[in-house]
């Protein structure tokens, strides 16, 4: 098998969203403006109730999907189609967009750790407008893969050893993993070769190899790009490591960014623009 090798590591921006919300961009940023199909990808972790609490009013998405992942914390979610609930430590909220929601996505605390994640994960221009269509699972309805000391929490795709993630998304085949490995501990499984591929570190230090075979350390925060090859190695390092590890299938096709629309040109930025002001979605 040939390894997919680290062929770069970044660090998230400090960044502001919604009404005030101190977060860290990893993709969406110079650094990484995308990563098909991956659009963005927002880490928030803080227990100062004034980087949270304002959340994130009404506001629209179409063309793509958002995937929010909660570590620590809660989040209540309403959208205008009477679609509503509170997303769990542990829990998982995989929502199509499609044509079009309008929802507020606000902090369900006053107080505490709020941690967790949103991905963008973009849909190809046949489906850009299809129904909106939620995937929701709590933690208990995770599966959770051991293999010696290593967790495995599957959220989307399927591992080597069979073990099946609750979210379905055919356009892109994603994988979804929420990886802890302990110190020292070596994790490998196939990957697709053709799919984009990256790892967050949530906490610890992780190791892989760069393309050269270089032993690179990866710190908390950071993202690394999986290179081209058929397997993914990594390694905890002296603290263990806590890591997301996300694939899915490239588009290849034109994106255009209109804020939270994303749609293949801009004329049909400018339609998803007069479609909201105008209250048809
Ligand atoms: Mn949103």
Do not use: C
């Not at 933690?139 to 000391?149: A, C, F, G, H, K």
């Amino acid at each position: 098998m040939a390894t997919r090798a680290l062929a770069s590591v970044i660090g998230g921006q400090p960044a502001s969203d919604g009404a005030g919300v101190r977060l860290a961009r990893v993709i969406g940023q110079p650094a990484l403006m995308q990563l098909d199909p991956f659009l963005l990808l927002d880490a928030f972790h803080s227990d100062d109730p004034n980087d949270y609490i304002a959340g994130f009013p009404p506001h629209p998405h179409r063309g793509f999907e958002t995937v929010t992942y909660l570590l620590h914390g809660r989040m209540r979610h309403a959208d205008n189609a009477g679609h509503e609930g509170v997303i769990e430590p542990g829990g998982i909220q995989w929502m199509t967009a499609g044509r079009g929601i309008v929802h507020a996505e606000m902090p369900q605390q006053e107080d505490g750790l709020l941690q967790g994640f949103q991905l963008w994960i973009n849909l190809p221009a046949s489906h850009k407008l299809a129904p909106p269509r939620y995937q929701e699972y709590s933690r208990d309805q995770i599966p959770l893969e051991t293999r010696d000391s290593t967790h495995i929490r599957v959220i989307a795709g399927n591992t080597s050893r069979g073990t099946r993630g609750p979210v379905v998304q055919p356009l892109t085949e994603p994988l979804y993993l929420d990886i802890t490995l302990a110190p020292g501990v070596t994790f490998a499984e196939p990957l697709e070769p053709a799919h984009s591929a990256f790892v967050y570190l949530v906490a610890g230090e992780l190791l892989a190899d760069d393309a050269a075979g270089d032993e690179t350390v990866m710190r908390t925060g950071q993202l690394g790009i999986l290179a081209s090859g058929d397997e993914v190695r990594l390694r905890g390092g002296d603290a263990g490591a806590r890591l997301l590890l996300v694939a899915g299938r490239p588009l290849g096709e034109p994106i255009a960014r209109g804020g939270p629309f994303v749609m293949n040109t801009e004329a049909e930025v400018r339609q998803a623009f007069a479609d909201y002001r105008a209250g048809n979605f």
